[in-house]
């Protein structure tokens, strides 16, 4: 029996436009909104990803959600373009670009098809998302992402090597009541999506090896 299941996506897409969400989003995911530690500690580890990177100058930061990078991009001196499926989101993230000529854009996207032109962009940034995705629409989300970057892509995955996930199958094997996580990548998983959407990783960022499943990866198009 499998143990994984692949997102509702449909649902996914309908729970962020909820205004109720978005007001506890912060607030139950990050402890503290966009100063909050998980935010940081992710944030270094896209710095760590991008680091050396030459000539990159505007990001599409997709989905901006809340706005949980809107200020640490814009402080990092990148002209930054915010998108979200959710209107609630882009207009909770606009809070923190108020005022800054460097947010330059604001819109509501599908990641599925993206309103750009073929390497419009220096950079995207894709964190906390594609765990929601099934495969089949995460290839293609790839393949947008590839399509509309000029050469980068940043984004963030959930993998297998993590013992609080082992833990969760050994207990589900017991008959325990347990939710195990949906789709979780392994290396060679990951590799072969990556490269059916005309990339190759070139920077791997792990978050403390074994006990959290979140790695933050550097694509470039091939």
């Not at 909104?33 to 710095?47: F, H, Q, T, Y």
């Not at 309103?115 to 894709?126: E, H, K, R």
């Not at 392994?186 to 979140?214: H, T, Y």
Request: charged fraction near 30%; proline fraction near 5%.
């Amino acid at each position: 029996m499998n143990e994984t299941r692949e997102p509702d996506w449909d649902a996914k897409k309908s729970h962020y436009q909820r205004d109720d969400v978005v007001d506890a989003y912060d607030n139950r995911r990050f402890k503290g909104g966009v100063a909050g530690p998980k935010s940081e500690r992710k944030w270094r580890m896209i710095l760590k990803a991008v680091r050396g990177l030459p000539d990159i100058k505007t990001v599409l930061d997709l989905p901006c959600g809340t706005g949980r990078f809107t200020s640490r991009i814009l402080e990092h001196g990148w002209k930054l373009i915010n998108g979200d499926i959710s209107g609630p989101m882009l207009a909770r993230a606009r809070e923190y670009g108020q005022g800054n000529p460097a947010l330059v854009g604001s819109a509501r996207m599908n990641a599925e098809q993206l309103p750009f032109a073929d390497g419009a962009l220096d950079l995207v940034i894709s964190i906390r998302f594609l765990m929601h995705v099934p495969h089949d629409v995460r290839i293609r989300i790839f393949r947008e992402y590839a399509r509309v970057s000029k050469r980068y892509v940043v984004m963030d995955v959930r993998h297998k090597y993590c013992l609080n996930l082992w833990w969760k199958r050994f207990r589900k094997k017991l008959g325990l009541k347990v939710k195990v996580p949906e789709h979780r990548y392994s290396i060679a998983e990951l590799e072969r999506d990556v490269e059916a959407a005309g990339m190759r990783i070139v920077r791997k960022v792990w978050n403390a090896p074994p006990f959290s499943e979140k790695l933050v990866l550097l694509c470039e198009k091939k």
